[in-house]
């Protein structure tokens, strides 16, 4: 299946199938910083929790959460920007993807903030489209904006544009030692979880800041404290990391959550399966 243009202006993802350049056409220029001013004072590199919102009739009332890594280097702001949902993948007889809007985006981001705080975001362009953002973030830690989404298909020709607004906070710094108690959803049963917890300080290539840490358990008869072999994953305000048992090495423990602006809160899910058998549930996790 051919992907089709997109033009878009979020946070930005690709329709899984569809081939992504992280390189520039030359038909889409980067933005530059406004002229007679000098780099914002609050530097806003850091993680972000972003929502897209549509007010194109068509879509009123969607929206698509994004997590984005933005990085400033003087007045020059780059990042990588993942949903946080799945998309269909399919085409309409029309030549529309049924994840427009917000399914079918260039991940890459590129741009500029002048002093004043505001900001001008492009995505590389690819497939002979791009897209721009424009908003402000006067305090360096929250973000207002408005999109334009414009796709252009070529089988069957037409052309679909979406607009709305993007707001978005910076998250806190995942670090520290987080206890709470998660409960089963098969047996009842519950479990008491501390599991120590930290973010790099800096995204890996695809845009994601790696997690390492280490758990204990309480209530379970199978496992007590567990490693974390392969570091786990944070981009906005969601989080996984997957723990093996030192009791049990055959088994896999993953917890998934979604983070407080100020990371202090951790609203978890979790899965088991392998040697020690299947079991799911949730709960909070808290900061100490």
Same mark, same amino acid.
């Given at each position: 299946?051919?992907?089709?243009?997109?033009?878009?202006?979020?946070?930005?993802?690709?329709?899984?199938?569809?081939?992504?350049?992280?390189?520039?056409?030359?038909?889409?220029?980067?933005?530059?910083?406004?002229?007679?001013?000098?780099?914002?004072?609050?530097?806003?590199?850091?993680?972000?929790?972003?929502?897209?919102?549509?007010?194109?009739?068509?879509?009123?009332?969607?929206?698509?959460?994004?997590?984005?890594?933005?990085?400033?280097?003087?007045?020059?702001?780059?990042?990588?920007?993942?949903?946080?949902?799945?998309?269909?993948?399919?085409?309409?007889?029309?030549?529309?993807?049924?994840?427009?809007?917000?399914?079918?985006?260039?991940?890459?981001?590129?741009?500029?903030?002048?002093?004043?705080?505001?900001?001008?975001?492009?995505?590389?362009?690819?497939?002979?489209?791009?897209?721009?953002?424009?908003?402000?973030? #006067?305090? &360096?830690?929250? /973000?207002?904006?408005?999109?334009?989404?414009?796709? %252009?298909? @070529? *089988?069957? $020709?037409? =052309?679909?544009?979406?607009?709305?607004?993007?707001?978005?906070?910076?998250?806190?710094?995942?670090?520290?030692?987080?206890?709470?108690?998660?409960?089963?959803?098969?047996?009842?049963?519950?479990?008491?979880?501390?599991?120590?917890?930290?973010?790099?300080?800096?995204?890996?290539?695809?845009?994601?800041?790696?997690?390492?840490?280490?758990?204990?358990?309480?209530?379970?008869?199978?496992?007590?404290?567990?490693?974390?072999? #392969?570091? &786990?994953?944070? /981009?906005?305000?969601?989080?996984?990391?997957?723990? %093996?048992? @030192? *009791?049990? $090495?055959? =088994?896999?423990?993953?917890?998934?959550?979604?983070?407080?602006?100020?990371?202090?809160?951790?609203?978890?899910?979790?899965?088991?399966?392998?040697?020690?058998?299947?079991?799911?549930?949730?709960?909070?996790?808290?900061?100490?």
């Amino acid at each position: 299946m051919k992907c089709h243009s997109v033009a878009i202006l979020a946070a930005a993802i690709y329709l899984a199938g569809c081939g992504v350049s992280n390189t520039s056409s030359s038909s889409t220029p980067s933005p530059t910083p406004p002229s007679n001013h000098t780099p914002v004072n609050a530097n806003i590199t850091g993680n972000w929790q972003l929502t897209a919102t549509s007010s194109e009739t068509a879509y009123a009332g969607e929206y698509g959460n994004y997590g984005v890594y933005l990085t400033q280097t003087g007045s020059t702001v780059s990042g990588i920007s993942w949903p946080q949902g799945a998309f269909p993948m399919c085409i309409l007889p029309s030549g529309l993807p049924c994840a427009f809007p917000y399914g079918v985006i260039n991940p890459y981001l590129s741009g500029a903030i002048d002093a004043d705080g505001n900001i001008v975001l492009n995505s590389p362009s690819y497939d002979g489209a791009a897209f721009s953002i424009t908003g402000d973030t #006067t305090n &360096g830690s929250t /973000l207002n904006s408005i999109y334009t989404i414009t796709l %252009v298909t @070529t *089988s069957p $020709p037409g =052309t679909f544009v979406d607009h709305g607004t993007i707001s978005g906070y910076m998250m806190g710094i995942l670090n520290g030692t987080y206890t709470g108690t998660v409960k089963s959803s098969v047996t009842g049963n519950s479990m008491g979880v501390t599991t120590n917890l930290s973010q790099a300080t800096s995204p890996d290539s695809s845009g994601y800041l790696e997690v390492n840490g280490s758990a204990n358990f309480t209530g379970s008869a199978c496992f007590n404290s567990a490693t974390m072999p #392969t570091p &786990g994953g944070l /981009l906005g305000n969601m989080l996984v990391v997957g723990f %093996v048992p @030192t *009791s049990s $090495p055959t =088994t896999n423990i993953t917890l998934s959550g979604t983070l407080s602006q100020d990371t202090k809160t951790i609203v978890v899910s979790y899965l088991v399966n392998g040697g020690c058998g299947d079991d799911n549930g949730g709960g909070t996790l808290t900061l100490q």
